[in-house]
C-alpha cells in the first residue's frame, strides 16, 4: 500500500449497535493501490461498545459529546488526512468493492473533486426500498 490516504471515512455515531457493521464494512473494502482510513466520531457522550475494529491501526476514535450529526460530521473532517472524505453513518454500510470502483474512476479523472456512487434504501427488515 502507499503511504497516501486515497479516503478518509468519517462515521459519526451514537453509539448504536450497527456500528460494528458499518466499519467492517469499510474494514472489509479491498483497496490494494491506497491506504484508507476510518474517523469514528463519538456523538453519545457514552463509551462506545467494543468491536474486532478496536485495535485496527486504521481506525481512529474521537469524541464531540452530544453535539449532532453535522458537528460530528465536521470534527471528523477536520482531522481527516484522506485526499477524499467518506461520510458514512452508523446504521449504513459499504457494499464490497466499493472503494476500488471509487480508486479507478478517481484515476480516470485525477482533478474531479468530487466522487460518487450510488445506494440502496433497505428497511429495517432488510427489504430493499
Request: hydrophobic fraction near 40%; include cysteine; charge should be neutral.
Amino acid at each position: 500500500m502507499s503511504s497516501s490516504i486515497f479516503c478518509s471515512t468519517i462515521i459519526p455515531t451514537i453509539g448504536r449497535e450497527t456500528l460494528q457493521r458499518a466499519i467492517t464494512s469499510v474494514l472489509e473494502q479491498r483497496l490494494a493501490a491506497a491506504n484508507f482510513e476510518i474517523i469514528v466520531v463519538n456523538d453519545s457522550g457514552k463509551p462506545l461498545l467494543d468491536g474486532d475494529w478496536r485495535g485496527d491501526r486504521r481506525v481512529q476514535v474521537i469524541a464531540t459529546c452530544c453535539r449532532e450529526r453535522s458537528v460530528a460530521r465536521n470534527t471528523g473532517a477536520a482531522v481527516a488526512r484522506g485526499q477524499y472524505l467518506h461520510f458514512l453513518d452508523d446504521d449504513d454500510w459499504m457494499l464490497p468493492g466499493a472503494f476500488e470502483h471509487f480508486w479507478q474512476l478517481a484515476q480516470r479523472a485525477p482533478h474531479a473533486a468530487w466522487l460518487y456512487g450510488g445506494s440502496q434504501l433497505v428497511n429495517r427488515q432488510s427489504r430493499v426500498q
